[in-house]
């Protein structure tokens, strides 16, 4: 599993000339370290003295980022694991008719799924900026701008996670699931941007 590598053994392997783990997983990693870091906000808040009116939030808010950072590191290798099995259905037969409608079909299912992952990704990271506002407005302010290292990272992991959800719908002939997608691509992405910058134009304002 890629989650269990060390960070340099994480990054030889992306090096490498293996496709995975790919930008789809790096971007589930992204979300993962965006996730972190907001719970270090938080933890950097609790106990605190001058932010005693804000410890049951920052303990929420604790719970909450943990929780996303777990799903997104499940993420990470959901994302290759996809690649993989979209590769093994190219890989099939199609020497008589039947075998080439089965390996379509396989081909088919395999891209919806790889498409979904990152849509996931993509979905959740959005949510968490919300969390990274939160935190950034009622954090410790010593560690303001981890926050908003990680709203940053956030958005990078949406973008990313688009990207690789577009690329796979490219190859998918389901038209109406095509739209639907995209529809949806289009809108998180321009949330993340918009989200990101809320956040940066506040902070122009403080440093």
């Known amino acids: 599993m890629l989650v269990n ?6 990054l030889a392997k992306t090096a490498g000339n293996d496709p995975v783990p790919g930008g789809g997983s790096i971007a589930a990693l992204n979300a ?7 719970e270090m906000v938080a933890n ?20 909450i980022a943990n929780n996303y950072q777990v799903s997104f ?3 990470i290798d959901s994302d290759s694991d996809a690649y993989n099995t979209v590769f093994n259905a190219f890989r099939l037969p199609k020497e008589t008719e039947e075998e080439k ?16 992952i990152p849509m996931e990704v993509a979905r959740k990271a959005v949510d968490i900026m919300d969390i990274i506002e939160q935190v950034s407005e009622n954090g410790n302010q010593n560690a303001i701008t981890d926050a908003c290292v990680a709203m940053m990272t956030a958005r990078t992991a949406v973008l990313g996670a688009i990207l690789n959800v577009k690329i796979n719908l490219s190859s998918i002939k389901d038209i109406e699931y095509v739209a639907l997608m995209r529809q949806e691509a289009n809108y998180l992405e321009s949330e993340a941007i918009a989200k990101e910058q809320k956040l940066l134009c506040k902070m122009s304002k403080i440093l």
């Open 44 to 63: 950097l808040t609790i106990g605190k003295k001058k932010y005693e009116d804000k410890e049951a939030l920052m303990k929420k808010i604790v719970g």
């Open 5 to 10: 590598l060390s960070v340099k053994e994480f």
């Open 101 to 116: 409608a089965e390996r379509s079909g396989q081909i088919q299912a395999a891209t919806k799924i790889a498409a979904e």
């Open 73 to 75: 590191i499940k993420d």
């Open 32 to 38: 993962a370290i965006a996730s972190a870091l907001t």
